[in-house]
């Protein structure tokens, strides 16, 4: 079951739908999708895709095959943070910013395809589907 939900930080409002509507997909213009590496979607181009488990992969990245000297294992550390540069360091601010935008967004549970931060599907990995769903919705208020 798939959950659209209208985002108000003061009042949420969610409703449960049970059906999947197809048809034509006329894009929001700001779209955002939060998931992680267990759950896949598929997004356009263009979209702004936040993975909560980026930061620990790049983390990861960092830490793999130490030694077993934490001396060591700090200096190995250090240079790949320099060897990595400025692309290194924006790679871990822009994963680290995701978790805190999907934090503040209040997004409960992945996937959550979040249009114009008024609107989430939860649980549909199908970007296209979850946006149709938001719009089915909203022809259907008065």
Same mark, same amino acid.
């Given at each position: 079951?798939?959950?659209?939900?209208?985002?108000?930080?003061?009042?949420?409002?969610?409703?449960?739908?049970?059906?999947? @509507?197809?048809?034509?997909?006329?894009? =929001?213009?700001?779209?955002? !999708?939060?998931?992680? +590496?267990?759950?896949?979607?598929?997004? $356009?181009?263009?979209?702004?895709?936040?993975e909560l488990d980026r930061p620990s992969r790049i983390e990861a990245e960092l830490a793999a095959h130490l030694p077993?000297?934490?001396?060591?294992?700090?200096?190995?550390?250090?240079?790949?943070?320099?060897?990595?540069?400025?692309? @290194?360091?924006?790679?871990?601010?822009? =994963?680290?910013?995701?978790? !805190?935008?999907?934090? +503040?967004?209040?997004?409960?549970?992945? $996937?959550?395809?979040?249009?114009?931060?008024?609107?989430?599907?939860?649980?549909?990995?199908?970007?296209?589907?979850?946006?149709?769903?938001?719009?089915?919705?909203?022809?259907?208020?008065?």
């Amino acid at each position: 079951m798939f959950t659209l939900a209208r985002f108000d930080r003061h009042a949420p409002f969610a409703i449960g739908l049970c059906a999947l @509507l197809f048809g034509p997909v006329a894009f =929001a213009a700001d779209i955002i !999708v939060v998931t992680d +590496s267990h759950h896949p979607v598929q997004a $356009p181009t263009g979209v702004r895709i936040i993975e909560l488990d980026r930061p620990s992969r790049i983390e990861a990245e960092l830490a793999a095959h130490l030694p077993a000297t934490p001396a060591h294992s700090a200096a190995l550390v250090q240079q790949r943070l320099k060897d990595g540069g400025r692309t @290194l360091h924006q790679r871990l601010g822009t =994963a680290y910013q995701g978790v !805190v935008d999907a934090w +503040s967004l209040g997004v409960t549970t992945i $996937p959550a395809v979040i249009v114009d931060q008024r609107y989430v599907v939860y649980g549909e990995p199908d970007v296209a589907k979850a946006i149709a769903l938001i719009e089915a919705h909203q022809g259907a208020q008065p």
